[in-house]
T-cell receptor, first 113, second 109 residues
Framework: KAGVTQTPRYLIKTRGQQVTLSCSPISGHRSVSWYQQTPGQGLQFLFEYFSETQRNKGNFPGRFSGRQFSNSRSEMNVSTLELGDSALYLC????????????FGPGTRLLVL | DAKTTQPNSMESNEEEPVHLPCNHSTISGTDYIHWYRQLPSQGPEYVIHGLTSNVNNRMASLAIAEDRKSSTLILHRATLRDAAVYYC??????????FGQGTRLTINP
C-alpha cells in the first residue's frame, strides 16, 4: 500500500504570495492532519480534517486554511506569506478520528524569501 | 494538553539496549501514551503506544509506570538506523498530536 504523498516536495515563494500544498492519504484513510515544523517552534499542529470537515484547529492565524475533498485528499493554503512561514509542512493520515495511529508523509519544505 | 519532559539527548552504542524515559505527570486517566520518532530528513513515524500495561511490538517495548506518570521506551538492540528524535506524546480522544522537543538519540557504531 502506498504511503502518504505530499506535493510539491520543495517550494520557494516570496513574501506576500500565497501557496497551496497537497496531501494524498493512504488508501482507505479518512482523516488528514497538517503540522508545521520549524527549528524554533518544533512540530506544531495546524488542523485536522475528517469527512471533508475541519474537526480540530491549532493556534495559527487565519492565513492558514485547508480543505478536504470527497476522496480524502487534502490541501492547505497559506495566503500573504511571511518570512516566518518558512518551514517543513507535514501531512499525516489515519483511518478515522480518535486515538488512531497517524502516518506521516515526507513533507513539503517551503522557503519564503 | 498533558506536558511531557524528556532528556534533550541520549547516546548509546550499536547492538546495546536503549531506555528512553518520559515524564508525563499531568496525564489524564484516558490519555494513551504514544511514541513517535523522526529520522533525519523524514516525517515522524509511529513506534508504539499503550494505556496502562506494558506493550511490545517488532520495533520496541513500552514500559508504563503503575501511576502512569512516566514511561520508558525500550529499544532492545539499537542499530544505526535507530538514530532519530524520539517523541513521547499523551493522546486524548482527538487526533491532535502535541509534540514536545523530544530526545535526540545518537547511536555509535
Amino acid at each position: 500500500k502506498a504511503g502518504v504523498t505530499q506535493t510539491p516536495r520543495y517550494l520557494i515563494k516570496t513574501r506576500g504570495q500565497q501557496v497551496t500544498l497537497s496531501c494524498s492519504p493512504i488508501s482507505g484513510h479518512r482523516s488528514v492532519s497538517w503540522y508545521q515544523q520549524t527549528p524554533g517552534q518544533g512540530l506544531q499542529f495546524l488542523f485536522e480534517y475528517f469527512s471533508e470537515t475541519q474537526r480540530n484547529k491549532g493556534n495559527f492565524p487565519g492565513r492558514f486554511s485547508g480543505r478536504q475533498f470527497s476522496n480524502s485528499r487534502s490541501e492547505m493554503n497559506v495566503s500573504t506569506l511571511e518570512l516566518g512561514d518558512s518551514a517543513l509542512y507535514l501531512c499525516a493520515s489515519s483511518l478515522a478520528l480518535g486515538r488512531e495511529t497517524q502516518y506521516f508523509g515526507p513533507g513539503t519544505r517551503l522557503l519564503v524569501l | 494538553d498533558a506536558k511531557t519532559t524528556q532528556p534533550n539527548s541520549m547516546e548509546s552504542n550499536e547492538e546495546e539496549p536503549v531506555h528512553l524515559p518520559c515524564n508525563h505527570s499531568t496525564i489524564s486517566g484516558t490519555d494513551y501514551i504514544h511514541w513517535y520518532r523522526q529520522l533525519p530528513s523524514q516525517g515522524p513515524e509511529y513506534v508504539i503506544h499503550g494505556l496502562t500495561s506494558n506493550v511490545n511490538n517488532r520495533m520496541a517495548s513500552l514500559a508504563i509506570a503503575e501511576d502512569r506518570k512516566s514511561s520508558t521506551l525500550i529499544l532492545h538492540r539499537a542499530t544505526l538506523r535507530d538514530a532519530a528524535v524520539y517523541y513521547c506524546i499523551p493522546v486524548q480522544g482527538a487526533q491532535k498530536l502535541v509534540f514536545g522537543q523530544g530526545t535526540r538519540l545518537t547511536i555509535n557504531p
